[in-house]
């Protein structure tokens, strides 16, 4: 799933290989899939996009949005985005995707579940959109030590697990539970901690954590567990992922724990991560 980290690596991305061209076909819903659903109105697409030009892509937390004169494209956390050059086969399976001018293409599939699509400047009334544009990036200037301060020290999320706190509600957009973990890790502090447990200095730790370690996956081109535009792994080597469960701890050997919880997996160092 894309989170933060990667939608900044393929925004990047998107700048370098589509930015400028002109777009020569629009192809909607080729795949039927149950589980994708579409911003805005499909059969509009076409008329939205065809012989206009995408001018910038923005990561907005776990969605890469591209500017298309008065439209909009939204690719959303669930989808698989890919680039193709003039002559490369197309894929088989899509939901959305873009032909330019110059015979390259940008396909857009959903992999689990995931939205997609195009809509007018202003015309999406969702809510994970709208605060994705609200709220401060955490790669932002910003999201500094006082708004941190604040979020943590909110009573409505006293009793919550720093799971809870950092992953869900989209109270940071583009943390989820994949980014989580190696901010976790890099604090020393439990995904079941509970947030009315930490004191002043752990959660400038935390803060501390939570912008050092979305900076550096972000500037090593997101996580290894995900696929950039052209289909090839992030540079950022996850200490804590599917990649590294029941691996030795980097810093103390111990095992890496996977456990189920809050409706996903977390992993944990259990001698480096106290509760």
């Keep these: 799933m894309i989170e933060l980290p990667e939608a900044v690596n393929i925004a990047r991305q998107l700048d370098d290989t589509v930015a400028g ?8 819903g080729h795949t ?3 589980l994708a659903w579409y911003y805005g109105e499909p059969t509009a697409y076409s008329g939205l996009l065809t012989g206009r030009t995408p001018e910038k892509a923005v990561p907005l937390g776990s969605m890469v949005e591209i500017e298309v004169g008065d439209a909009r494209i939204l690719l959303g956390e669930g989808v698989a985005i890919r680039f193709h050059y003039a002559g490369t086969a197309l894929p088989a399976r899509h939901q959305l995707l873009l032909e330019f001018d110059d ?9 689990m579940y995931g939205g997609l699509g195009s809509f007018p400047k202003g015309g999406l009334d969702n809510h994970y959109y709208r605060v994705a544009r609200e709220k401060p990036s955490a790669l932002s200037p ?15 999320v006293q009793k919550l697990s720093l799971k809870g706190l950092l992953a869900t509600e989209q109270r940071i957009p583009g943390l989820g539970n994949g980014v989580l973990q190696d901010i976790l890790f890099n604090a020393g502090m ?8 930490i004191r002043v ?9 939570v912008k050092t370690t979305i900076s550096r996956m972000a500037e090593q081109g997101g996580r290894d567990t995900e696929m950039d535009l052209f289909g090839r792994p992030g540079g950022y080597r ?5 990649k590294t469960a029941g691996k030795p701890c980097p810093s103390c050997g111990t095992l890496i724990k996977k456990e189920a919880y809050m409706g996903g997996s977390v992993y944990y160092c259990g001698q480096c991560q106290g509760m």
């Design 32 to 34: 039927p899939n149950k």
């Design 103 to 111: 015979g390259t293409a940008l396909s857009a599939s959903v992999q």
């Design 142 to 156: 910003e999201f500094d030590k006082a708004y941190f301060r604040r979020m943590v020290g909110d009573d409505a």
């Design 190 to 197: 439990h995904p079941r901690k509970k947030v009315n447990t």
């Design 238 to 242: 996850t200490i804590l992922s599917r």
């Design 201 to 209: 200095e752990e959660a400038e730790t935390l803060f501390d954590s």
């Design 21 to 28: 061209k002109s777009i020569a076909g629009v192809t909607v």
